[in-house]
């Protein structure tokens, strides 16, 4: 399943004590402490796995390496290792305290999430001409511990939508070498599934219900996806008794929750074109030219109207 969205605390590594020590040689008695070590700090790394949040998800905590105690003969404390947690590109991270909000935007992009506490200074660092033997030294500081929360908007340059049994998983499985799982049930599945064609990124959006944008079924958790695609491919099933509906449907719901996702380009197909007699097709794409819609008939089992998809991500792709 995929996990988009989690809550976690960071705490970043407490800087170690800086020591007391002196020289042990007669007649030298100088100081020689060394500094305690920085705490390790914690940073957000993007990554192109989709399901990069999973492991953190069973998490509510997570925690930098503390910097070492310093020691005498000079030595410093060695410093914490940092904690690097990886994250899939599109999730915004948002600090819970301040609010300050960033997005992951590409593979490789580091955000400092929680700053490592500073060593504290030895007693060498306190040594001066008044104090030739100084006995202070100084402990380390804690690391920051923010709260944050983790939201996954997937970025895909082609979306597919439709109500649920339209044939979107079947039609990306085809399309890519994804391999969401198929089955003919009237009720949406759980989790967004992604696959290339070439170097284009196809998001298969679970199927949406009436009713989502204002929290019915699972609701945003799946039109939030589609914000970030630049295409929609919106499917219809062939085999409905009102295709129209359906269309709007859909429509409706993209519109109720942000009005932008209605002005994104859309490509519209009648699904399953096989599952119906040759009369019952052009109906049915009679009635949707009729309400303004102009849509194309296809089928996985139709090589060519497979081949007329890919066309137009073809022509998509050429555009990027």
């Given at each position: 399943?995929l996990?988009?969205e ?5 705490f ?7 020591a007391v020590?002196?020289?042990k040689v ?6 020689t ?5 920085n705490g390790?700090?914690?940073?957000f ?6 399901n990069a ?9 997570a925690h ?7 020691r ?5 404390g ?26 992951i935007e ?7 999430a929680a700053g490592?506490g500073?060593?504290?200074r030895?007693?060498?660092k306190?040594r001066?001409?008044v104090?030739t033997s100084?006995?202070?030294s100084?402990?380390g ?5 923010p709260?944050y929360?983790?939201?996954l ?6 979306g597919l939508?439709?109500l ?5 998983s ?5 399309l890519?070498a ?8 009237a ?5 967004p599934h992604?696959?290339?064609?070439y ?8 199927g949406?219900?009436?009713g ?8 945003v958790k ?6 970030r695609?630049k295409v929609?491919f ?9 295709v129209a509906?359906d269309?709007?449907?859909i429509r409706n719901?993209?519109?109720?929750y942000?009005?932008l996702l ?11 074109s ?6 019952e097709?052009?109906?049915r794409?009679?009635v ?7 849509a ?8 060519t109207?497979i081949?007329?998809?890919k066309?137009i991500?073809?022509?998509?792709k050429?555009?990027?």
């Amino acid at each position: 399943m995929l996990v988009d969205e989690i809550r976690i605390q960071l705490f970043a590594g407490t800087g170690g004590k800086g020591a007391v020590a002196f020289q042990k040689v007669r007649l030298a008695r100088g100081p020689t402490g060394g500094d305690g070590g920085n705490g390790g700090s914690v940073y957000f790394e993007g990554v192109p796995d989709v399901n990069a949040l999973m492991p953190l998800a069973g998490k509510k905590e997570a925690h930098a390496e503390d910097g070492r105690d310093g020691r005498g003969q000079f030595l410093d404390g060695r410093g914490g290792t940092d904690l690097i947690l990886k994250i899939p590109v599109g999730t915004t991270v948002t600090n819970l305290a301040t609010g300050y909000a960033q997005e992951i935007e590409h593979v490789g992009q580091r955000i400092l999430a929680a700053g490592g506490g500073i060593g504290g200074r030895g007693n060498f660092k306190f040594r001066s001409a008044v104090n030739t033997s100084p006995v202070e030294s100084e402990t380390g500081l804690t690391g920051d511990t923010p709260t944050y929360r983790l939201e996954l908007r997937l970025i895909a340059d082609v979306g597919l939508v439709g109500l649920p049994n339209t044939g979107k998983s079947s039609l990306l499985n085809e399309l890519t070498a994804a391999k969401s799982r198929v089955a003919n049930y009237a009720f949406t599945t759980l989790e967004p599934h992604l696959g290339a064609y070439y170097e284009l990124i196809l998001a298969d959006i679970p199927g949406i219900i009436e009713g989502a944008s204002t929290g019915k079924g699972l609701g945003v958790k799946f039109l939030k996806h589609i914000e970030r695609t630049k295409v929609l491919f919106h499917l219809i099933s062939a085999e409905s008794d009102d295709v129209a509906r359906d269309y709007k449907i859909i429509r409706n719901e993209l519109e109720n929750y942000n009005p932008l996702l209605t002005k994104k380009t859309e490509y519209v197909f009648l699904t399953k074109s096989d599952a119906v007699a040759p009369q019952e097709l052009k109906k049915r794409l009679t009635v949707l030219t009729k309400h303004g819609i102009q849509a194309m008939p296809i089928s996985i089992l139709d090589p060519t109207s497979i081949d007329e998809v890919k066309k137009i991500l073809n022509k998509i792709k050429d555009a990027k």
